[in-house]
C-alpha cells in the first residue's frame, strides 16, 4: 500500500486565494520532506527541504513568502500557495525521506497534488 | 550546462525490442542513481537504482553506470506497451540528500 499520501489530489482555486497541500507518511516518521513542482511536460524542479522543527529551506528562485512550508510532525508536512495565480497551475508532489536502516536511506513520492487556479 | 541531461524523445520502439535510455550528469562527485518512471498525471515510481560502476539487472531492466563518463542508462528488455511512459533519471546531490532530475524521454512501444 502507499506509504506517503497527499491531500487534496486535486484542487480548483479562484486567483487571489490560498491552498493548503499536505503531505503524509504513514506508518513512519520521515526525517526530511522536499517539496517538487511539475509543470506541463516538464521535469520535477525542487522547490524546498523541509525537516521536522526547523525552518525549510528553498532553491534559489523559489518565494518563500508565496510557498510556505510547515513541518510540524515527523508525519506531515504542508505546503501553503498564497495568493495563488494562474501561473502557479501545477503539479506539487512531496518526496518523503526515511532515516537510515540498515540499507541506507529510503524515498518515497507522493502521488502528487494538481493545482489548478483559474 | 543541465546537471542532469536526458534526450526528450520520444524514442520509439516495436514491441519485444530493447529500449535504451541514456543519461549524463554534471557533478562528477554524484554518487547515487536513479531511474523514475512516471505515467501521465502521476508521480514518478522507482524503477531502478545504481551506486556502483557496471551493469545492475532485475528483470527486464539494466542499470549501467560509467562514473568516468558521468553516464547512467537504462536498457529495457522485451518492451511491452505498457512501457510507455516518460523515464526520469536522477541523481542524488552529495549535500541534503537532493534528488536533481532531468527533463526526462519519452519512450512509445508500439504493438
Known amino acids: 500500500g502507499a506509504v506517503v499520501s497527499q491531500h487534496p489530489s486535486w484542487v480548483i482555486c479562484k486567483s487571489g486565494t490560498s491552498v493548503k497541500i499536505e503531505c503524509r507518511s504513514l506508518d513512519f516518521q520521515a526525517t526530511t520532506m522536499f517539496w517538487y513542482r511539475q509543470f506541463p511536460k516538464q521535469s520535477l524542479m525542487l522547490m524546498a527541504t523541509s525537516n521536522e522543527g526547523s525552518k525549510a529551506t528553498y532553491e534559489q528562485g523559489v518565494e518563500k513568502d508565496k510557498f510556505l512550508i510547515n513541518h510540524a510532525s515527523l508525519t506531515l508536512s504542508t505546503l501553503t500557495v498564497t495568493s495563488a495565480h494562474p501561473e502557479d497551475s501545477s503539479f506539487y508532489i512531496c518526496?518523503?525521506?526515511?532515516?537510515?536502516?540498515?540499507?541506507?536511506?529510503?524515498?518515497?513520492f507522493g502521488p502528487g497534488t494538481r493545482l489548478t487556479v483559474t | 550546462q543541465k546537471e542532469v541531461e536526458q534526450n526528450s524523445g520520444p524514442l520509439s520502439v516495436p514491441e519485444g525490442a530493447i529500449a535504451s535510455l541514456n543519461c549524463t550528469y554534471s557533478?562528477?562527485?554524484?554518487?547515487?542513481f536513479f531511474w523514475y518512471r512516471q505515467y501521465s498525471g502521476k508521480s514518478p515510481e522507482l524503477i531502478m537504482f545504481?551506486?556502483?560502476?557496471g551493469d545492475k539487472e532485475d528483470g527486464r531492466f539494466t542499470a549501467q553506470l560509467n562514473k568516468a563518463s558521468q553516464y547512467v542508462s537504462l536498457l529495457i528488455r522485451d518492451s511491452q506497451p505498457s512501457d510507455s511512459a516518460t523515464y526520469l533519471c536522477?541523481?542524488?546531490?552529495?549535500?541534503?540528500?537532493?534528488?536533481?532530475f532531468g527533463a526526462g524521454t519519452i519512450l512509445r512501444v508500439k504493438s
Open positions: 518526496r518523503v525521506l526515511v532515516a537510515p536502516g540498515l540499507a541506507g536511506y529510503e524515498q518515497y
Open positions: 545504481i551506486y556502483s560502476n
Open positions: 536522477a541523481v542524488n546531490q552529495r549535500v541534503g540528500n537532493k534528488l536533481v
Open positions: 557533478d562528477r562527485g554524484s554518487q547515487s
